[in-house]
């Protein structure tokens, strides 16, 4: 791991304006897109919409490119293409050491990112996340580069990845031979790239809460993307996090961040909204933790809130 402290000999400390003309200088010279994946099921598709159209409000004009297998309906996909994306089918890649049926076991797929080899660089980033700062200038940094998981390890969440068609050959023939710590692409890529380059944290700003002193769990200020760890915003109700409704996944629970998702929402076009809408599975499994919340008499409180959130009046089937 190493961070990056100059760039073709301009240090990153130089003032602001030199960077951003070094910045401007090899932007012009490479062709760059912003990527995302979704596979196996639409569970994320309201997310990828979010993501593209948060890029979108913090006036970038890059390319959107987004991956997805078969498990995407046509009406999903006019919608992913309404929010800015170009979509591109793929056969997924099976993750060869996660659990049959497990949440990561086609995480492999995100190996296709390589075969983009239309665009010298790519920034991927996960269809749970939203932008809240315009990113561009990190199309500069090289391959791979990433933030930390923790003081070794990077998150795979945003990457700098650089597509290359022998890379993704060579990736694919050690797949089955170098051991993934989580079972899935994350795993994974921290073997192939043991030398990385590291992004500052507030790129991917993970919403975990594990310190003391924030009750609340109030997002710091700056970050440049929220990555919504736990129960993603749209399958609660928009009133609070949903995650306050059960104890272990208080870690994740953050009105704040809740609050910058739906203000993206609030900004797409109404057409793009329907996209997010609940299911009456989404809404009973809502409904179910509560009431739990209540019965147990959660000392935070969220489950006393009149919740108006007018989607649990529209359920799709």
């Keep these: 791991m190493q961070e990056a402290k100059e ?21 012009y010279h490479q062709r760059v897109a912003y990527a995302t994946v979704i596979h196996s099921s639409e569970a994320y598709v309201c997310g990828a919409i979010a993501l ?40 997924p890649i099976r993750s060869p050491f996660a659990r049959k049926n497990s949440y990561n ?43 930390p998981n923790d003081g070794v390890l990077f998150n795979s969440g945003i990457m700098v990845i650089e597509p290359s068609t022998c890379l993704f050959e060579e990736m694919m023939s050690k797949r089955d031979k170098l051991f993934s710590y989580n079972g899935g692409d994350q795993g994974f890529l921290n073997e192939v790239f043991t030398w990385w380059h590291r992004l500052p944290t507030r790129l991917n700003y993970l919403k975990i809460f594990k310190e ?19 129960l993603k915003p749209w399958a609660c109700y928009r009133d609070y996090d949903c995650n306050w409704d059960m104890v272990d996944r208080h870690v994740f629970a953050s009105d ?30 809502i409904r179910k933790w509560r009431g739990k919340a209540k019965n147990a008499n959660l000392p935070d409180g969220h489950w006393k809130i009149n919740v108006k959130d007018p989607r649990q009046n529209h359920l799709n089937k």
């Excluded at 760039?7 to 932007?27: A, M, T, V």
């Excluded at 159209?53 to 919608?79: E, M, Y």
């Excluded at 609050?259 to 009456?280: E, F, I």
């Design 105 to 147: 076991e086609w995480n492999y797929s995100k190996l296709r990112l390589w075969q983009l080899t239309d665009y010298d660089k790519v920034i991927f980033i996960d269809a749970d996340l939203i932008v809240l700062r315009n990113i561009d200038k990190f199309f500069a940094y090289p391959q791979l580069s990433a933030a």
């Design 256 to 285: 704040s961040a809740h609050r910058s998702w739906w203000r993206v929402y609030d900004a797409m076009p109404r057409k793009l909204q329907k996209y997010c809408g609940l299911t009456k599975h989404m809404d009973a499994r």
């Design 7 to 27: 760039f073709r000999g301009i240090p990153w400390q130089h003032s602001i304006f030199q960077q951003e003309k070094l910045i401007d200088n090899i932007l």
């Design 212 to 230: 003391q002193g924030n009750p609340d769990h109030e997002i710091q200020k700056g970050p440049y993307t929220i990555h919504f760890l736990g």
């Design 52 to 91: 593209a159209q948060s890029i979108i409000q913090k006036n970038s004009t890059r390319d959107l490119v987004l991956l997805h297998d078969s498990s995407l309906s046509p009406q999903s996909l006019v919608g992913l293409r309404s929010a800015g994306w170009k979509t591109k089918l793929i056969q």
